[in-house]
């Protein structure tokens, strides 16, 4: 079952723009990660926000968390035509298996 | 690049048919998760092996199992394929230290499509 849920499904920006993605979950978490894949191939790991964090960078991503609404947002500045891909949230929760749950993701095109 | 390796890149089976899926970890990790993620979908957490023994299971039925060997690497198993079984399946390995948030690397995976 997927805890997370992304929005918007599907993001249209131009060169230069900023994009931002949400995501939402269910349960109480240990952490939340950001992922990125590019056309069906495997995942790159982005960033990683623990519970007790609000707020982390790294390079040109900002991501916030907020456990209280059970949200998190991701935020590309200055986005690039190779920033296009598909972004995952993952939500790590269970104490020892240190299983991800994924949301459907959000589909980001960068229009040159 | 992540270290982490799967074969094969592609397989076709029909259904009824048995597959191996396999995996070798990055360096230095002791814990191996894998994946599958249907068309359109997030991954979903089939199962996890840390230093060769089964360390959580996702809500997936018998007929998908799997090892860990001594050098960490990894095979994912299904038997009597079904068609809902058409899928990337990811590997992913990570360091598993306990008490500490888990990155997992991911490998490029293996479209299997069953026919």
């Known amino acids: 079952s997927q805890q997370g849920e992304e929005d918007p499904q599907a993001l249209s920006i131009q060169e230069g723009e900023n994009a931002t993605m949400n995501c939402s979950y269910k349960t109480s978490i240990n952490n939340l990660q950001w992922y990125r894949q590019n056309s069906g191939r495997g995942l790159v790991h982005l960033i990683l926000i623990r519970s007790n964090e609000r707020e982390k960078h790294s390079g040109r991503l900002r991501v916030t968390l907020d456990t209280s609404k059970k949200s998190s947002s991701l935020l590309i500045t200055a986005s690039r035509a190779a920033d296009t891909a598909s972004y995952f949230c993952?939500?790590?929760?269970?104490?020892?298996?240190?299983?991800?749950?994924f949301g459907k993701g959000t589909k980001l095109s960068v229009i040159p | 690049e992540t270290g982490v390796t799967q074969s094969p890149t592609h397989l076709i089976k029909t259904r009824g048919q048995q597959v191996t899926l396999r995996c070798s970890s990055q360096s230095g990790h002791n814990t191996v998760s894998w994946y599958q993620q249907a068309l359109g979908q997030g991954p979903q957490f089939i199962f996890q092996y840390y230093r060769e023994e089964e360390n959580g299971r996702g809500n997936f039925p018998p007929r998908f199992s799997g090892l860990q060997f001594p050098n960490y690497s990894s095979e994912l198993n299904v038997n009597a394929l079904e068609l809902d079984d058409s899928a990337l399946y990811l590997c992913?390995?990570?360091?598993?230290?306990?008490?500490?948030?888990?990155?997992?690397?991911f490998g490029p995976g293996t479209r299997l499509t069953v026919l």
């Open positions: 992913a390995s990570s360091q598993g230290l306990a008490g500490a948030p888990d990155t997992q690397y």
């Open positions: 993952a939500t790590e929760s269970g104490a020892g298996s240190y299983q991800l749950t």
